[in-house]
């Protein structure tokens, strides 16, 4: 048979068995409909029995209703292609992998879960190491029908007559793919170094590096499916945490494990993490570094332990006839004392109270010595400390205190120097405290981390007054964040995911430490991609976050996926030096198209961004991204008003860590360089998003070393 004609031939035995399942899955969703009506019956059936019997048939119908409703959950996820695989083994028996586990009414595998044990040598056989697979078959589906078929021989001597072979290539035909605007699953094409990862044990810590492109967030993610499939027991009840580096790129991957039918994973952008805020500002990156930095726990600190900018500054209360007095002084000494006591202040309300009184009894005492009197202590504070006046004054004088509140404090630069003396310079005081008087831009990403860090120093409000969110002390708190059934600051997650933890400071490491208290994580990263100026203080703080006992194991992938090898030579060139060669994944896909630098004169930027941008937009089908500097996103927006095609982004770039496009035009790399301490690495991140085809506008070509 001719070529074509055994590939039609294959697709129509895989449609035969796709049909099978489909028809399989129509029956099982049926049933879970019967079994959750009959649940309902049940309950109303109750009304009628003795109570003793009616707890346990509303048991029984809330047993039956819960696992129809999972089941149901199961099988309406929106799978991209159920089936996607076939093994055919030594002994002729044969397999289906696909995004679930389907049986038969025989109760026989229609298809194996790809995170089943009996699935892995999809993955994992090679040539060298067939694991008695034959041929292992990549089936492409859209919705139920079969598209394509493309297969690898394993042991070619044991190829029997009547076996087909069709195509080859199923993963360079994936990754020519044209992107969209949301990161597809690979479990279809998942490679053998990227599986080892994904179902490496899931205790301690599972670092995964490599270069850009290499895969590490899809395998992450997939990592996170395979673990909560494999270890349902014991991670799926706390639940797993992904955090990325932006909300961008949680949109952006928010669609892989829904694809896999997991939908209770929470995905949070750093900037989200704390519950209530949603902030998307990235600071300049003199700024952030010192946000990041650990020396501001200690300002933190200093800065919730100074006097409240409405406090009274002293304190007068009648008793028995006699003004009782603490002047500015002795109020700060109390003050001093509570605070050195170690609780947080919204919880020392009581112990405060305590000793404002004593230092009134002392007061009497002094007073009374002078007039050769004695007085009772122990009356004298009984009775002051039921006062309405006394209360009065406590509450002004030890406020309910609120982590952005602290933070607005640290506006007023007089206060930020006394927090700061000794920890930051005059240069870094200005600078922040410039900032955070600046209240009209709402918080950075970088804040969240600090006002996290507030929420845990100054403790909970009192249950009293207690509101939706600890955050802010004004009605301008708002917001959603956070998965409605947990509790407000969850931080039980049993396993946690960080993406592109190259770029996380030492303060937000110790707001992800706080959310994985009792969990074990995969910690994606690439040293070369890092944007954060010190990385051992980043480093130390991850340490800790992660618990000193851990077991720690380390998986480095090699391949880039994504990038063409024309596009990926360029970017590597501009990291030469910056890296060790090790560190550089290969490409693994030549497109033959050269990416292009133009050399463009500043006042010609706009129109060469305008027509690079719709160039690139004829010559690919998927997206198109521009890379700018951060400073530029606005203004480069502005040039491309005009442009009404959605498949174009503008992204500035920080924000485009992560994320892919077929096309990228780069506008003026030396403003990337020139942006931050990193910003070589920065330029290598911006260089690296195309997958297909790369167009750099540039008026200074000192952004390219020359060879
Ligand atoms: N085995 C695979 N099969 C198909 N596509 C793959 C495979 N591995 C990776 N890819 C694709 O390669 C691209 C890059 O993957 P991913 O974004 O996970 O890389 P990364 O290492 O996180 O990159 P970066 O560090 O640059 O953010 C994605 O489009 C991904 O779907």
Same mark, same amino acid.
């Given at each position: 048979?001719?070529?074509?004609?055994?590939?039609?031939?294959?697709?129509?035995?895989?449609?035969?068995?796709?049909?099978?399942?489909?028809?399989?899955?129509?029956?099982?969703?049926?049933?879970?409909?019967?079994?959750?009506?009959?649940?309902?019956?049940?309950?109303?059936?109750?009304?009628?029995?003795?109570?003793?019997?009616?707890?346990?048939?509303?048991?029984?119908?809330?047993?039956?209703?819960?696992?129809?409703?999972?089941? %149901?959950?199961? %099988?309406?996820?929106?799978?991209?292609? #159920?089936?996607? &695989?076939?093994?055919?083994? #030594?002994?002729?028996?044969?397999?289906?992998?696909?995004?679930?586990?389907?049986?038969?009414?025989?109760?026989?595998?229609?298809?194996?879960?790809?995170?089943?044990?009996?699935?892995?040598?999809?993955?994992?056989?090679?040539?060298?190491?067939?694991?008695?697979?034959?041929?292992?078959?990549?089936?492409?589906?859209?919705?139920?029908?079969? #598209?394509?078929?493309?297969?690898?021989?394993?042991?070619?001597?044991?190829?029997?007559?009547?076996?087909?072979?069709?195509?080859?290539?199923?993963?360079?035909?994936?990754?020519?793919?044209?992107?969209?605007?949301?990161? !597809?699953?690979?479990?279809?094409?998942?490679?053998?170094?990227?599986?080892?990862?994904?179902?490496?044990?899931?205790?301690?810590?599972?670092?995964?590096?490599?270069?850009?492109?290499?895969?590490?967030?899809?395998?992450?993610?997939?990592?996170?499916?395979?673990?909560?499939?494999?270890? !349902?027991?014991?991670?799926?009840?706390?639940?797993?945490?992904?955090?990325?580096?932006?909300?961008?790129?949680?949109?952006?991957?928010?669609?892989?494990?829904?694809?896999? &039918?997991?939908?209770?994973?929470?995905?949070?952008?750093?900037?989200?993490?704390?519950?209530?805020?949603?902030?998307?500002?990235?600071?300049?990156?003199?700024?952030?570094?010192?946000?990041?930095?650990?020396?501001?726990?200690?300002?933190?600190?200093?800065?919730?332990?100074?006097?409240?900018?409405?406090?009274?500054?002293?304190?007068?209360?009648?008793?028995?006839?006699?003004?009782?007095?603490?002047?500015?002084?002795?109020?700060?000494?109390?003050?001093?004392?509570?605070?050195?006591?170690?609780?947080?202040?919204?919880?020392?309300?009581?112990?405060?109270?305590?000793?404002?009184?004593?230092?009134?009894?002392?007061?009497?005492?002094?007073?009374?010595?002078?007039?050769?009197?004695?007085?009772?202590?122990?009356?004298?504070?009984?009775?002051?400390?039921?006062?309405?006046?006394?209360?009065?004054?406590?509450?002004?004088?030890?406020?309910?205190?609120?982590?952005?509140?602290?933070?607005?404090? %640290?506006?007023?630069?007089?206060?930020?120097?006394?927090?700061?003396?000794?920890?930051?310079?005059?240069?870094?005081?200005?600078?922040?405290?410039?900032?955070?008087?600046?209240?009209?831009?709402?918080?950075?990403?970088?804040?969240?981390?600090?006002?996290?860090?507030?929420?845990?120093?100054?403790? $909970?409000?009192?249950?009293?007054?207690?509101?939706?969110?600890?955050?802010?002390?004004? $009605?301008?708190?708002?917001?959603?964040?956070?998965?409605?059934?947990?509790?407000?600051?969850?931080?039980?997650?049993?396993?946690?995911?960080?993406?592109?933890?190259?770029? #996380?400071? $030492?303060?937000?490491?110790?707001?992800?430490?706080?959310?994985?208290?009792?969990?074990?994580?995969?910690?994606?990263?690439? $040293?070369?991609?890092?944007?954060?100026?010190?990385?051992?203080?980043?480093?130390?703080?991850?340490?800790?976050?992660?618990?000193?006992?851990?077991?720690?194991?380390?998986?480095?992938?090699?391949?880039?996926?994504?990038?063409?090898?024309?596009?990926?030579?360029?970017?590597?060139?501009?990291?030469?030096?910056?890296?060790?060669?090790?560190?550089?994944?290969?490409?693994?896909?030549?497109?033959?198209?050269?990416?292009?630098?133009?050399?463009?004169?500043?006042?010609?930027?706009?129109?060469?961004?305008?027509?690079?941008?719709?160039?690139?937009?004829?010559?690919?089908?998927?997206?198109? &991204?521009?890379?700018?500097?951060?400073?530029?996103?606005?203004?480069?927006?502005?040039?491309?008003?005009?442009?009404?095609?959605? !498949?174009?982004?503008?992204?500035?770039?920080?924000?485009?860590?992560?994320?892919?496009?077929?096309?990228?035009?780069?506008?003026?790399?030396?403003?990337?360089?020139?942006?931050?301490?990193?910003?070589?690495?920065?330029?290598?991140?911006?260089?690296? !998003?195309?997958?297909?085809?790369?167009?750099?506008?540039?008026?200074?070509?000192?952004?390219?070393?020359?060879?």
């Amino acid at each position: 048979m001719s070529e074509p004609r055994v590939r039609r031939a294959e697709i129509a035995v895989e449609q035969a068995h796709v049909d099978r399942v489909y028809t399989r899955l129509a029956e099982l969703r049926t049933q879970a409909e019967a079994m959750r009506t009959k649940g309902y019956e049940l309950g109303q059936g109750a009304q009628r029995e003795a109570i003793f019997e009616q707890a346990s048939m509303l048991f029984e119908r809330d047993m039956m209703v819960y696992h129809a409703n999972q089941t %149901l959950q199961t %099988l309406d996820a929106e799978y991209e292609g #159920l089936v996607f &695989g076939r093994l055919d083994h #030594l002994d002729r028996e044969h397999i289906y992998v696909g995004r679930l586990g389907i049986r038969d009414t025989e109760f026989d595998n229609l298809v194996t879960d790809w995170r089943a044990p009996a699935a892995a040598a999809f993955y994992q056989a090679t040539a060298e190491e067939p694991m008695d697979v034959v041929r292992r078959r990549v089936i492409r589906c859209s919705g139920q029908t079969v #598209l394509d078929v493309d297969d690898d021989v394993l042991i070619a001597d044991a190829v029997p007559e009547d076996m087909q072979i069709v195509g080859e290539g199923a993963l360079m035909a994936a990754l020519g793919r044209s992107r969209g605007e949301k990161m !597809r699953d690979i479990v279809a094409t998942i490679q053998k170094e990227q599986d080892e990862v994904i179902r490496a044990p899931w205790r301690g810590v599972t670092e995964i590096t490599g270069g850009p492109g290499t895969g590490k967030t899809a395998v992450a993610l997939h990592r996170a499916a395979y673990l909560l499939y494999r270890h !349902r027991r014991q991670l799926g009840g706390a639940g797993v945490l992904v955090v990325g580096p932006s909300g961008v790129f949680t949109t952006y991957i928010s669609r892989v494990l829904p694809s896999m &039918g997991e939908t209770n994973v929470e995905l949070r952008a750093l900037g989200e993490v704390l519950d209530g805020l949603e902030a998307t500002r990235q600071d300049t990156a003199a700024l952030a570094a010192i946000k990041g930095s650990l020396r501001m726990r200690k300002v933190l600190l200093r800065a919730l332990r100074d006097t409240p900018p409405e406090a009274p500054t002293e304190l007068k209360i009648v008793y028995r006839g006699e003004v009782l007095k603490l002047a500015a002084r002795e109020l700060e000494k109390v003050r001093r004392k509570a605070h050195t006591q170690g609780a947080p202040p919204n919880r020392s309300r009581v112990r405060v109270a305590e000793l404002l009184l004593a230092a009134l009894a002392d007061k009497a005492e002094e007073y009374a010595k002078a007039d050769g009197k004695e007085i009772d202590r122990a009356e004298l504070i009984t009775d002051l400390g039921e006062r309405i006046d006394f209360h009065r004054f406590l509450v002004v004088w030890w406020p309910v205190l609120y982590p952005a509140q602290v933070l607005k404090w %640290l506006g007023n630069e007089k206060r930020m120097a006394a927090a700061s003396k000794g920890i930051l310079n005059r240069n870094e005081i200005s600078l922040l405290s410039a900032d955070f008087a600046d209240r009209s831009r709402g918080w950075s990403v970088a804040d969240v981390a600090l006002l996290d860090e507030l929420r845990v120093l100054v403790g $909970p409000e009192p249950k009293r007054r207690r509101r939706q969110t600890v955050v802010e002390a004004a $009605p301008e708190r708002g917001g959603s964040g956070g998965a409605p059934h947990r509790p407000e600051h969850y931080d039980e997650y049993s396993h946690v995911v960080v993406d592109e933890s190259q770029d #996380l400071s $030492p303060m937000q490491w110790r707001m992800i430490g706080r959310r994985g208290k009792y969990a074990s994580w995969t910690v994606v990263g690439d $040293p070369v991609q890092s944007s954060w100026p010190d990385p051992d203080e980043a480093a130390q703080a991850r340490d800790q976050a992660f618990g000193v006992k851990t077991t720690r194991r380390r998986f480095t992938l090699r391949t880039n996926y994504r990038n063409s090898a024309e596009i990926f030579d360029l970017a590597a060139k501009v990291v030469a030096g910056h890296a060790q060669a090790d560190e550089l994944p290969k490409a693994v896909r030549t497109t033959g198209i050269e990416p292009e630098v133009r050399p463009v004169d500043q006042a010609a930027l706009a129109t060469a961004t305008q027509s690079a941008a719709k160039e690139l937009l004829g010559a690919v089908e998927g997206t198109v &991204g521009v890379i700018t500097a951060m400073d530029r996103v606005e203004e480069v927006e502005g040039w491309l008003a005009g442009q009404t095609d959605e !498949r174009l982004k503008v992204v500035g770039s920080l924000d485009s860590k992560g994320l892919e496009y077929d096309a990228v035009v780069l506008v003026e790399p030396m403003d990337l360089v020139t942006e931050s301490s990193t910003g070589r690495r920065v330029l290598y991140v911006a260089l690296t !998003r195309a997958t297909q085809q790369l167009i750099v506008l540039a008026s200074n070509p000192d952004w390219l070393p020359h060879a």
